[in-house]
């Protein structure tokens, strides 16, 4: 366990304890189940409500816990630290409630955050596509007006909580307007029976085994007109740009964590194995490579709760959170690779914790915009 983030308080150290316990006891024994299935079981999500965890930066009157980014902070590294990669709070919390707690109307905000808070709907949106991942520009999902409804009709791909989502932001073209002008954000309430709405499959994913990545297909998926995110279409593009920081933000906590817990790992198991008659701590070159690890653990922590204490001040920029998410998450995948490496032969079995970590943290340096994207960013920023 590191040091206590600058940012952090007794109260979220209080929601720390309870999240590290629902983790342990609640979700861990279930993650083979969920591996096996290809997805978590939604009661998780209603019981994560029950606790609290859910929303917890949304206010009050919506259902939510009236906390700040922090808390859903807190909720993602203990996640990490637990080991669990199969409950998608990042994006239920920390991205789809956000979209409608900034966007939607009051009616809607009052109908669709409680329901997210308690558990009793999981958040999902859809913005990639076949032909069109970190340009979103590209997007091809139409959304064609019918008079008090529209027919949603496209395909996206790579969407966290697809399988079990009831609620479901999505990406369209509500124009012929090329660019990011003819780009809306529409809200669909969905399930396995909705005419127009389709589940593909589950992919099969290198880690993150048991979250539930998956297609969907939409064939004149009629969505209510009032749904439209935002007093006008048009205005997608520049919702996602805005809220796209924060999204950046959470995996470099994600990464951060991961840093966290293959350090920790690997420490203590270095300390135990026993090689040519001593610990493998004692061994030089172990000694210096988990110096190195141990090194970039602590600047990424303090370039990583800058980042925090910004954004909690309304004050972190585009490309400060561009910086965070493609560096962070470059480091997280060099540390797991670096200390897989001290496991040996053992660090490529699934049974050891370490081998999942690895798998697990490749994909951060790609979504959320690939990191190359990333870069980019911070470049026009210069």
């Known amino acids: 366990m590191t040091a206590r983030p600058r940012w952090s308080s007794d109260e979220l150290e209080q929601v720390r304890g309870l999240a590290a316990t629902y983790f342990t006891k609640e979700v861990l024994p279930n993650v083979p189940k969920h591996v096996a299935q290809g997805h978590p079981d939604k009661a998780l999500y209603r019981r994560a409500g029950e606790l609290g965890l859910l929303c917890m930066s949304i206010p009050e009157a919506y259902g939510g816990g009236g906390g700040t980014f922090a808390h859903e902070a807190v909720l993602t590294e203990e996640q990490v630290r637990a080991g669990d990669p199969t409950m998608g709070?990042?994006?239920?919390c920390s991205i789809v409630a956000h979209y409608v707690l900034a966007y939607a109307s009051e009616a809607q905000k009052q109908k669709w955050?409680?329901?997210?808070?308690?558990?009793?709907?999981?958040?999902?949106?859809?913005?990639?596509?076949?032909?069109?991942?970190?340009?979103?520009?590209?997007?091809?999902?139409?959304a064609v007006r019918e008079g008090d409804f529209y027919r949603v009709s496209g395909s996206k791909t790579f969407i966290s909580n697809g399988r079990v989502c009831d609620f479901l932001i999505i990406a369209v073209r509500t124009s012929d307007v090329k660019g990011h002008a003819g780009i809306s954000l529409v809200c669909a309430e969905v399930s396995d029976t909705t005419p127009g709405f389709g589940r593909g499959r589950i992919l099969e994913k290198l880690g993150g085994h048991g979250q539930d990545t998956t297609e969907l297909f939409f064939d004149d998926l009629r969505v209510p007109a009032v749904n439209l995110l935002g007093d006008e279409e048009g205005k997608g593009f520049a919702q996602l740009m805005s809220q796209l920081p924060q999204e950046r933000l959470s995996t470099a906590i994600l990464a951060q964590a991961s840093i966290d817990r293959a350090v920790d790992l690997t420490v203590e198991y270095t300390k135990q194995r026993q090689v040519f008659g001593k610990p493998l701590f004692a061994l030089q070159n172990t000694r210096f490579e988990l110096a190195e690890c141990a090194?970039?653990?602590?600047?990424?922590?303090?370039?990583?709760?800058?980042?925090?204490?910004?954004?909690?001040?309304?004050?972190?920029?585009?490309?400060?959170?561009?910086?965070?998410?493609?560096?962070?998450?470059?480091?997280?995948?060099?540390?797991?690779?670096?200390?897989?490496?001290?496991?040996?032969?053992?660090?490529?079995?699934?049974?050891?914790?370490?081998?999942?970590?690895?798998?697990?943290?490749?994909?951060?340096?790609?979504?959320?915009?690939?990191?190359?994207?990333?870069?980019?960013?911070?470049?026009?920023?210069?």
Not at 89 to 92: C, E, N
Not at 113 to 142: F, H, K, N
Not at 306 to 322: K, M, T, W
């Open 113 to 142: 955050l409680p329901r997210l808070a308690s558990g009793e709907w999981v958040g999902a949106i859809a913005m990639t596509e076949p032909g069109a991942g970190s340009d979103l520009q590209a997007i091809s999902t139409r």
């Open 89 to 92: 709070f990042a994006v239920h």
């Open 295 to 382: 090194t970039l653990r602590r600047v990424s922590r303090a370039f990583l709760d800058e980042c925090i204490e910004r954004h909690l001040a309304g004050e972190l920029d585009v490309a400060s959170a561009a910086m965070a998410k493609y560096w962070l998450t470059d480091q997280a995948c060099i540390v797991a690779d670096r200390c897989l490496q001290l496991f040996g032969g053992y660090g490529y079995m699934k049974e050891y914790p370490i081998a999942h970590l690895f798998a697990d943290t490749r994909v951060m340096r790609i979504f959320a915009g690939a990191n190359e994207v990333m870069k980019e960013l911070v470049a026009r920023s210069l």
